[in-house]
């Protein structure tokens, strides 16, 4: 199985915003960043079998834009295991109801994102490994999702995939 992890894209600044953090969206040039990034992925052959997102706006705004642009039929499907303060466990065991020839592709927050990595790749998070706005990676399990079971196959800044999805 491929699992696919991307950060949501620019948001609405905090400080900005007078309503909740649920249903912060995305700037316009958030939309825009966001899109590139995906044609990014569209290069690498990404072709997810699933998607994920957390139930907050900016995530669900990232999901749709990645569905069309790679052309993905299924709606998203929102997870409570996505959200910031999730468990990278529960997610983690989350993934082993899909089947191993899947590739899952889960749109998220920061700081869930780079820990739900760490435990993926180490068994445990580690520090440094973060997500920018609109940047992803991609860990393959062979067998069945856990901890320390996964292995990077790449994680690119979202600069990085806007590039590729020039090209």
């Known amino acids: 199985m491929d699992c696919i992890l991307l950060r949501h894209g620019v948001a609405v600044e905090w400080s900005d915003w007078h309503g909740d953090d649920q249903s912060r969206p995305l700037t316009d040039e958030g939309v825009e960043k966001t899109r590139k990034a995906a044609n990014g992925l569209l290069r690498l052959g990404v072709n997810p079998t699933h998607l994920l997102c957390s139930p907050y706006l900016r995530t669900r705004q990232t999901a749709d834009l990645v569905k069309d642009v790679l052309g993905v039929r299924a709606a998203p499907r929102h997870c409570v295991e996505m959200l910031s303060d999730g468990s990278p466990e529960a997610f983690i065991s989350m993934l082993t109801t899909f089947s191993r020839d899947d590739c899952v592709l889960c749109v998220g927050h920061e700081p869930h994102l780079g820990y739900?990595?760490?435990?993926?790749?180490?068994?445990?998070?580690?520090?440094?490994?973060?997500?920018?706005?609109?940047?992803?990676?991609?860990?393959?399990?062979d067998g069945t999702p856990r901890g320390g079971?996964?292995?990077?196959?790449?994680?690119?800044?979202?600069?990085?995939?806007?590039?590729?999805?020039?090209?």
Do not use: D, E, H, Y
């Open 149 to 167: 079971n996964g292995t990077l196959q790449w994680w690119l800044q979202p600069g990085q995939l806007r590039v590729l999805g020039k090209t």
């Open 116 to 141: 739900t990595a760490g435990t993926m790749l180490f068994g445990q998070p580690v520090t440094g490994l973060s997500f920018k706005k609109a940047g992803a990676c991609c860990i393959r399990f």
